[in-house]
């Protein structure tokens, strides 16, 4: 008998691309909940059922977790702009911090079996390298805080309601389907963007920051698989690539990948962690895989199907609460 799943988000970028494994093995119904303010109707794969809502309607969330029966929640609606955050804590904590924790209520009081949950390595803040799962998280930023409260949330959910979990730490996702509009998140969509317009690459401080970035093939279907692993529950994973690289490095690959040169922008450093990656030990023991898909090659995906949808404008964050020490190049 196929289970009844929801997923938040499932409009958008990372949550398109596990609606699509959910729906691949045949065995879920799937209800997806999206406000589409950062996906795109186009997204939601037609086999599944699309209702336009937000998570912080607790009445609309309660119906339809009366209605379908979850067995699970994917939880993957979520505004992931961690410099952003500083900026706009109010909007943060509303969306990422409280509209999961009317999901978590509503997973208790309708007797879901497991909440899947994409938290972020920004969990972590400045911490040790590789970061991993044992370490006291120390996050740095207002997303990081929220994604960090959730997981505690969760945590004490199973221990007082039983209510089972799987967290998820992704970090640096990339490839199709990805919201290349906005300006303010994954760097990968944007250089790619500002190519197609003939438009400068802007890079904050010196460019030597590095990152672990990581294919949506590696890390959708896990997410999607992850509730027939007995291993898997209430556990925490890092998912995603062993291979970290720097901002200017990615600056050029991209260039290279797109066949087009554009000039470099260096704007005042902002206040982030200067190197994130992870270790995957633990993911790996437990999903039996690792990263398979080679940055080189999946900016060639990225790249063809950014080609085929074409350009798209830049969109700016019309609420920011805090203007003092706002980066530059999103103060223009």
Not at 4 to 15: E, H, K, Q
Not at 45 to 60: M, Q
Not at 116 to 141: C, K, R, W
Not at 228 to 243: L, M, Q, R, Y
Request: proline fraction near 3%; charge should be negative; glycine fraction near 6%.
């Amino acid at each position: 008998m196929k289970k009844n799943v929801l997923v938040t988000g499932g409009a958008g970028f990372m949550g398109a691309h596990v609606v699509n494994e959910l729906l691949r093995d045949g065995n879920h119904h799937v209800v997806v909940l999206d406000d589409r303010s950062g996906g795109f109707r186009e997204n939601v794969n037609p086999a599944a059922k699309f209702v336009e809502g937000s998570i912080l309607d607790v009445s609309l969330v309660n119906r339809l977790c009366e209605q379908y029966e979850f067995s699970y929640i994917y939880h993957l609606a979520a505004y992931a702009a961690e410099g952003l955050s500083h900026f706009i804590k109010r909007f943060n904590y509303q969306n990422n911090l409280i509209g999961s924790v009317n999901l978590i209520n509503a997973a208790v009081n309708y007797n879901v079996k497991r909440f899947v949950f994409t938290s972020s390595i920004a969990v972590y803040g400045a911490n040790q390298l590789p970061m991993h799962e044992a370490l006291m998280p120390l996050p740095e930023d207002s997303y990081g805080i929220a994604k960090y409260a959730v997981e505690q949330e969760l945590i004490v959910s199973k221990r007082l309601f039983d209510l089972d979990y799987t967290i998820f730490r992704p970090h640096n996702v990339y490839g199709e389907l990805q919201n290349i509009s906005d300006k303010y998140r994954n760097v990968i969509g944007i250089f790619m963007n500002n190519i197609m317009q003939d438009e400068p690459l802007v890079i904050f401080g010196d460019g030597e920051q590095t990152r672990a970035f990581t294919h949506i093939a590696d890390v959708a279907p896990h997410i999607a698989r992850c509730v027939d692993i007995p291993e898997a529950s209430c556990e925490i994973f890092n998912v995603g690539s062993d291979k970290h690289v720097s901002v200017n490095d990615l600056a050029d690959l991209v260039m290279t990948t797109m066949q087009k040169e554009v000039a470099v922008k260096h704007f005042r450093a902002r206040d982030e962690v200067k190197h994130a990656y992870c270790s995957h030990e633990k993911f790996q023991q437990v999903f039996g895989t690792s990263s398979q898909v080679r940055l080189e090659e999946g900016l060639h995906r990225m790249a063809a199907w950014a080609q085929s949808v074409g350009p798209r404008p830049a969109t700016e964050f019309s609420a920011i609460e805090i203007r003092k020490n706002l980066p530059e190049a999103w103060n223009q």
